[in-house]
């Protein structure tokens, strides 16, 4: 147990609609990142937040935004879904933001667009 | 720009044997890499990283890894296989430059240890 948690595990739901993913990082971690896997693409970096702020954004499309709140936690919000968005989105935690930090992943969330 | 390549989809070894999975990379600056497990329906899991030092990383499990920066690898390696060992085996990379923080992940290894 990497002290990560995510949640739901599992997501299913329709195309145009919107969810929201939600993130717990480890106790004491100030970063959160966002990545999503599929077959396709791999494992894909989506953004990362620091301390509340906005600190780097990868291939994040405009439907999708992302958030972290004063006790840390996370939300990744994704809107108008498509069939292309059902995949794992996993959300990762590391104590700060050096290049040498760990990131401890959670369990993920599956989602899946019908 | 950073990459990382997995050369092999799968790798399949017969338990007690020594292990390894390949992992190649490209940064421009001063690499940190790392590898990651993930078993069906889990999150990844950290093995180990590579940040500076010697060459060769000890990890969970009874995993290490060697840097080569020469030929730009880090390829893992086991001495002796488990059964459950297998799973999905993904390398990453940062470079130095990046201020990000974000990893770079190969397209992933399965490794299969069969009895």
């Known amino acids: 147990d990497s002290g990560v948690t995510q949640t739901p595990k599992h997501l299913i739901t329709a195309t145009g609609q919107r969810v929201t993913l939600r993130c717990s990082p480890r106790s004491g971690d100030l970063s959160v990142y966002w990545y999503q896997q599929s077959l396709d693409q791999g494992l894909q970096f989506l953004i990362q937040y620091y301390n509340g702020e906005e600190r780097a954004k990868g291939n994040i499309l405009e439907r999708f935004s992302a958030q972290q709140f004063p006790d840390l936690h996370s939300e990744l919000n994704l809107s108008s879904l498509e069939l292309g968005d059902s995949a794992l989105y996993f959300c990762?935690?590391?104590?700060?933001?050096?290049?040498?930090?760990?990131?401890?992943f959670g369990p993920g969330t599956r989602l899946t667009v019908l | 720009a950073q990459s990382v390549a997995q050369p092999e989809d799968q790798v399949n070894v017969a338990e007690g044997n020594p292990l390894t999975v390949k992992c190649t990379y490209s940064v421009s600056g001063n690499p940190y890499l790392f590898w990651y497990v993930q078993y069906p329906n889990r999150g990844l899991q950290f093995l180990l990283k590579y940040i500076t030092g010697d060459n060769l990383v000890k990890g969970s499990y009874g995993f290490e890894a060697e840097f080569n920066k020469s030929q730009t690898s880090f390829h893992l390696k086991k001495p002796s296989a488990l059964v459950s060992d297998s799973a999905l085996y993904f390398c990453a990379v940062r470079d130095e430059n990046n201020q990000g923080g974000k990893l770079i992940f190969g397209q992933g290894t399965e490794l299969s240890v069969k009895p």
């Open positions: 990762a935690s590391s104590g700060a933001t050096r290049n040498t930090d760990t990131q401890y």
